[in-house]
């Protein structure tokens, strides 16, 4: 069979060609993290002081996990392996208590990031013939130029739309017969429920690929959108620690999402007691970059739950397929591709002098996207009852959420003492929207 491929070479090397490779890699990427103040440490700590310490990709497991909150202990230049002037980009993604992380590019990482989307695209059967709308937003959020950059070097022409604005989008699929879109499946399933209402029937669109991402979401969800639309649906996942999109995606077979191995190394660990798991258990996953100059990470906890797919997937790639997400083993929740932490919310409302001690956040769905309503009880000394002040209060507290959270929740004000008290732990967040 004929199978699209990128980069041959490297799509389908040999397991122990790639484990080499892997390893000389790993010791590079060990060198550059070693310029960097918080690996030095790190490192130091574990007995790790030079790249021949590592001598096969066993050793891997004496290197110490990193975390989200390392790398906002780390902020703003804590894990920058080269000097400033040799960076050419910087994404940021949010942190726990608002504090965000960020990762840099040398002009040579994005080269590498671009590669890699180009050979998820391809592998797709999306071609240069294609006309790509990219749906995510452009910004520090790494969908838009992650995506806008690979679909430029496959040769596709690229319309970068970026998020929302529902009927711009669908004038622009129909004026310019868009084949292949990025999107969250949230806002695919939105679009399609705005088609009548738009005046547009999914004949007069040209569609024949999605690429979905950016969220948790079901094979039914796939089906949906790809029955829907009649198209074929694809799941794209990254994150903004290992790039942004690019790190594992479907192939044409739909079997698991390779990731490619020789840009990152995968494992999987039971997140209690961090032991790597063998394939096919369910556990988070663990990244090393092995390209990446200007901020390496060793052994990054993502968070993510997924297991490995046994077997060979028939496209005949040699690079491990990570079965679809299956959640997270934080409170990170993910609105409408946005993520937030609770604590970002709490820590915000907090300091609003006008707000109580409780609250509750509340995630619904409204139609095919999520909605995210804060419910919070008001100061009990500063309770007036004056609509025009609560309303005042209401917008003032929508804004300052936004600006934290970068969602606008709806808010509720709530009298003193009448939100549920839980007895013990504190249940503030209530997640309403059907198990994906
Ligand atoms: P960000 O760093 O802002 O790009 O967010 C990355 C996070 O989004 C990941 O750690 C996942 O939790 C989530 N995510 C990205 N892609 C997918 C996907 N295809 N399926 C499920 N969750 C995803
Ligand atoms: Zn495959």
Known sequence: MNVPVWNPALEFMER??????????????????LKTPFYQRRLADAGLKHPEDIASLRDLRNI???????????????????????????????GTTGMP??????????????????????ATGATARDVFQNMTSYGLFTGGLGLHYGAERVGMLVIPASSGNTSRQLQLMKNFRTTVV???????LHLHASLAGEGVTPDQLGLRKAFIGA????????RKIEDLFDIDAYNSYGLSEMNGPGVAF????????HCWEDAYILEIVDPRTLQPLPEGETGEIVMTTLQR??????????????????????????HRRLARIKGRSDDMLIVNGVNIFPSQIEDMLMRIPEVGTNYLIQLEKRGSLDRLLVKTELNARLFTGDPRALDDLRDRIGELLRSAILVKPTVELHEPGSLPVSEGKARRVVDLRPAF
């Open 16 to 33: 122990d060609a790639l484990e080499r490779l892997q390893l000389a890699a790993l010791r590079k990427t060990l060198v550059w993290a």
């Open 293 to 318: 100059q200007a901020t390496p990470l060793l052994r990054y906890r993502t968070r993510d739950l997924s297991h490995l797919v046994g077997g060979n997937c028939p496209c005949g790639r040699t």
């Open 101 to 122: 992380t960020v990762i840099y590019h040398t002009r040579q990482d994005l080269d590498h990031w671009t590669e890699l989307v180009a050979r998820c695209i391809v």
């Open 250 to 257: 479907e192939c044409v077979h739909k079997t698991g999402l």
């Open 182 to 188: 990025h999107a969250t499946p949230s806002y695919l």
């Open 64 to 94: 110490p996990y990193t975390t989200k909150d390392d790398l906002r202990g780390a902020y703003p230049h804590g894990l920058l392996a080269v000097e400033l002037e040799r960076t050419v980009r910087l994404h940021t993604s949010s």
């Open 215 to 222: 969220e948790p979401h079901s094979e039914q969800t796939r």
